[in-house]
């Protein structure tokens, strides 16, 4: 069965410091693989996807996520975090039957530090 | 419109009664999902639906919840009897086709919580 874990439940970096975070997928053929984020109180954002392709994706608010077929990894990084970027990160893989359907990670909480 | 509406944004509800959810998926898209957010985190998909037919119900509890998304009005999430384990927010998303390479667009979340 499909699974996806992100192994850190919380982390906490300075500002301005660089993010990584971590996303490890279960997944018999090439995946869909998507990165949301999650304001307090808001839905969830695309942040990137990763169809095919290049593997390394850039997406919004400075974001990117590196493909790593041989390692089942699918982690997002940023060399620079804001504050603003403190929120609950989502990685998430797609099914290939189409039924759109998404399975999520735990969810990962960032905290930054002034 | 241009995002998906979940209304209400709240909703209270004492053991045993019904709560009803509501979402409008963005104009165009065909397929609407509902998951489940238990405790922040653990997104567990309940239902989908292409138009006004059900996709995938692989999620669904079989009792006590239910689903619709009829023509021209919101698609609905109704929970008979709530339980306090139904506490959780419900988001609804929506999309143009349902592969798994598709792009899915959240509301913002109904959260519900039963006492």
């Known amino acids: 069965a499909q699974s996806v874990t992100q192994p850190d439940i919380h982390i906490t970096v300075s500002e301005g410091a660089s993010l990584e975070l971590r996303c490890n997928y279960s997944?018999?053929?090439?995946?869909?693989l998507f990165w949301y984020v999650q304001s307090p109180g808001q839905g969830l954002q695309l942040l990137l996807k990763?169809?095919?392709?290049?593997?390394l994706v850039q997406g919004i608010k400075g974001f990117e996520a590196e493909f790593k077929r041989s390692q089942s990894s699918f982690n997002l990084r940023k060399p620079s975090v804001h504050w603003s970027d403190a929120a609950e990160y989502f990685c998430?893989?797609?099914?290939?039957?189409?039924?759109?359907?998404?399975?999520f990670g735990q969810g990962t909480t960032l905290q930054v530090k002034p | 419109g241009e995002e998906v509406a979940q209304t209400p944004k709240h909703l209270v509800r004492g053991e045993g009664q019904k709560a009803k959810l509501y979402c409008a998926p963005i104009k165009g898209h065909s397929y609407v999902f509902w998951y489940q957010q238990v405790l922040k985190n653990e997104f567990k998909f309940l239902i989908s639906f292409q138009n006004e037919n059900v996709f995938d119900e692989t999620g669904m509890p079989k009792e006590r919840f239910s689903a619709k998304c009829l023509p021209n009005s919101p698609c609905s999430l109704e929970i008979q009897a709530t339980k306090l384990e139904d506490s959780a927010v419900y988001f609804c998303?929506?999309?143009?086709?349902?592969?798994?390479?598709?792009?899915?667009?959240f509301g913002q979340g109904t959260r519900l919580t039963v006492v």
């Open positions: 997944y018999g053929a090439t995946p869909y």
């Open positions: 998303a929506s999309s143009q086709f349902a592969g798994g390479a598709t792009e899915a667009f």
């Open positions: 990763y169809f095919s392709g290049d593997t």
């Open positions: 998430a893989v797609g099914q290939s039957s189409n039924t759109g359907k998404l399975i």
